[in-house]
């Protein structure tokens, strides 16, 4: 949510000099619409686990996110949490094929990299590459006291509306097919988890500038 904290003292400050109460409530009603705007995602990231020799599953290297045969994996929880006042709304499948594509293995729809998780060394190198493929976004926890009921279902249909809820957050649970980054031959250290939403930035939001977070 932008606040432009400059303005609106200046203008209530105006107001008051003018003695005009109608005018005063008018300017702060105006003021609020205008600064309560438009959807804010904002990653999240915990549970996290290593995994030893864990068995890559037959989706999973059809999603080309793992090779066959046993992993070490780690894995974690993401949340995109809808902090923003109103709902995250990316469109039906059908209608945005630069947004979605047919998942053969799933038999449904994902955004195309829509979250990323990358794993950094503490010179700032690239130690591990995003390689969960897509993602169907869903009303899946609430995160905000005063949001409304849940409206997007996890469907991953072509027809069916895909976003997030003011208030909610689209969750993959550390337990999910490919929700985790291969870390075979890493070796012992200290690493960073950045982990992005929205990344490509394609459907707009209140602000960009905290859609990236790190974890060491
Ligand atoms: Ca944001
Ligand atoms: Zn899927």
Not at 137 to 159: H, I, M, R
Not at 175 to 185: A, K, T, W, Y
């Amino acid at each position: 949510m932008k606040f432009e904290s400059s303005r609106l003292p200046e203008i209530v400050r105006k107001a008051l000099v003018m003695k005009n109460t109608a005018l005063i409530w008018a300017i702060i009603a105006f003021s609020i619409a205008f600064v309560v705007a438009g959807p804010n995602l904002t990653p999240d990231v915990r549970n996290f686990a290593i995994e030893i020799g864990y068995q890559a599953q037959l989706y999973e290297i059809q999603d080309a996110c793992i090779t066959p045969g046993t992993h070490n994996v780690l894995r974690f929880d993401f949340l995109s949490k809808n902090m923003g006042d109103s709902d995250f709304v990316v469109g039906r499948p059908v209608d945005r094929p630069d947004l979605f594509y047919y998942d053969p293995a799933h038999q449904h729809y994902h955004m195309k990299q829509f979250n990323q998780y990358k794993l950094y060394d503490t010179k700032g190198n690239l130690v591990i590459p995003s390689t969960k493929p897509g993602f169907c976004l869903d009303d899946a926890e609430q995160v905000l006291p005063n949001a409304g009921p849940a409206k997007f279902p996890s469907s991953c249909l072509a027809t069916e509306i895909m976003g997030i809820s003011a208030g909610w957050a689209d969750v993959y649970y550390a337990d999910l097919p490919c929700q985790f980054l291969v870390i075979d031959g890493v070796p012992d250290g200290d690493y960073t988890l950045v982990a992005s939403t929205n990344t490509a930035q394609a459907v707009p939001e209140d602000t960009f500038a905290d859609n990236t977070i790190s974890r060491g």
